[in-house]
């Protein structure tokens, strides 16, 4: 059996864990950036899971194993979501300004909770996002798409990442969720500061903070056809720290990842010989690239962080009670105990969007937006082709995410239908069509209506920093 340290000791000298780093395997590193899966290959050599550093000082523990990784995250009664019983958190090991705080920090909403008030946030984000018309959907990122592709479509020439996947998604939920576009640049840029966990964690935490107060302060007074007048009107009766809270995992889950998807899926498909001559053939080639891209290279590949209850056996390994557990979706899908040579066609098993109680409500309307958006790209700009070598495009550092710097293409210039569309940025959004505009109020009752007392926020900000 392998047993691994408190995150307070390390390693013993003489561990396969040791190193200069103390702690295990960095994930933190552009070496690992570049080149994941070799490192998930050393990883698994150790057993189920192994020890791993997230950030200078901040130890976990990283699965690898496809059935074990099952295992954490369908057994909530062994492993608890919520970051209070952080052992080194509490303790004061891991301080207010270490750059996972943004992504690991207790919050309460429906990501780092446990029943019972997961049920609570979790039917009220399950309900609310029931009531968005995916057909209506489509028409908006496609409308969306068609101005962020008129600004660069006669240049001949783009960045992909910038210019389209990392804006794209954005658009859309500022629009879900009723607020303009103007800040969407900032805001993207926030986002990738607190995915990334480096040194300006603190200042993207910061502003999407702000963010997030600013809509749930506009939409107290002005509710409308939105998802958040919805979360705010639904029976459960969401407080303000818990609707800021609840709005910022659905807006920071559905844009960082699914830029990521959007951009790895296009890498996919400009650069693998399966999909030559084939990118402007329907819908069948954007739905195989999704899914190659969600069993092999997740947007999100280290994340669903879970705490052991008390000390428990995963498949071997030791694991401690109160020190994180990481779910590598990334590894785990490629986990060389699956059947890695079968066709992966129609089979949606992998762990992309997690599994088990807190696995993504939202897959299907990311997949939705993703889909489209390349769709819709790939109408436009049938001849897009990468601008350089696809062994030349670099990966962004950090522990939890795929994704990559930059995604340079160049076409056939196409000259642009709507005059005046390059000014996208500083243009509002029409009403939404995206979301059908009935009453604030949810399509069906939840299953109960707790007794809880509306309050307001006092500080947001301290909430917001997960302590």
């Given at each position: ?92 090991e891991v301080p207010d300004d270490s750059p996972v705080i943004p992504l690991m920090g207790y919050r309460p909403n429906a990501l780092f909770s446990d029943p019972p008030d997961h049920v609570r946030f979790r039917q009220a984000i399950t309900d609310s996002l029931h009531r968005i018309d995916p057909h209506a959907l489509r028409r908006s ?304 009752p939840p299953a109960f209506v707790p007794p809880v007392r509306r309050r307001r926020w006092s500080s947001p900000a301290a909430w917001w920093r997960g302590r």
């Amino acid at each position: 059996m392998t047993t691994h340290h408190p995150a307070g000791s390390g390693p013993p000298p003489g561990c396969p864990a040791h190193d200069d780093h103390h702690w295990g395997t960095p994930l933190y590193s552009p070496e690992f950036a570049a080149n994941p899966g070799g490192v998930y290959a050393e990883l698994r050599s150790r057993g189920a899971a192994a020890p791993v550093e997230l950030a200078p000082g901040v130890g976990a523990t990283l699965v690898t194993d496809y059935y074990a990784a099952l295992d954490v995250l369908r057994n909530p009664h062994i492993y608890s979501k919520d970051p209070r019983n952080w052992r080194a958190r509490q303790s004061g090991e891991v301080p207010d300004d270490s750059p996972v705080i943004p992504l690991m920090g207790y919050r309460p909403n429906a990501l780092f909770s446990d029943p019972p008030d997961h049920v609570r946030f979790r039917q009220a984000i399950t309900d609310s996002l029931h009531r968005i018309d995916p057909h209506a959907l489509r028409r908006s990122v496609s409308r969306h798409a068609d101005r962020l592709i008129d600004a660069f479509a006669s240049r001949g020439h783009a960045d992909l990442l910038t210019e389209y996947a990392a804006v794209l998604p954005l658009l859309t939920l500022n629009e879900l969720f009723g607020r303009a576009d103007a800040d969407s640049v900032q805001l993207v840029t926030a986002l990738a500061k607190m995915f990334e966990g480096g040194d300006g964690a603190a200042e993207g935490d910061a502003q999407f903070t702000q963010y997030m107060v600013d809509l749930i302060t506009v939409k107290r007074a002005r509710p409308g056809p939105d998802v958040t007048s919805w979360l705010m009107a639904h029976p459960v009766r969401l407080n303000d720290e818990e609707m800021i809270h609840q709005c910022a995992l659905l807006i920071a889950a559905g844009t960082e990842p699914v830029q990521n998807l959007i951009g790895n899926a296009m890498r996919l498909l400009m650069s693998d010989d399966r999909f030559a001559g084939s990118l402007s053939g329907g819908s069948m080639p954007v739905d195989a690239a999704l899914e190659e891209v969600l069993w092999k290279d997740p947007p999100m590949a280290n994340y669903a962080v879970h705490y052991p209850r008390h000390d428990v056996s995963l498949r071997g390994v030791r694991l401690r009670a109160g020190e994180p557990v990481v779910i590598s979706l990334a590894a785990a899908s490629t986990d060389p105990a699956l059947n890695l040579s079968a066709s992966r066609a129609g089979n949606r098993a992998h762990l992309a969007f997690s599994a088990g109680p807190h696995a993504c409500p939202a897959k299907d309307l990311a997949r939705l937006i993703a889909a489209v958006a390349i769709e819709r790209l790939l109408d436009r700009v049938p001849d897009v082709a990468l601008a350089v070598p696809a062994s030349r495009l670099r990966w962004r550092p950090g522990p939890f995410h795929r994704a990559l710097t930059a995604l340079p293409v160049h076409f056939v210039p196409v000259p642009s239908p709507i005059p005046g569309a390059s000014t996208w940025m500083t243009q509002s959004p029409a009403p939404s069509p995206s979301t059908r505009p009935a009453p604030t109020s949810t399509v069906k009752p939840p299953a109960f209506v707790p007794p809880v007392r509306r309050r307001r926020w006092s500080s947001p900000a301290a909430w917001w920093r997960g302590r």
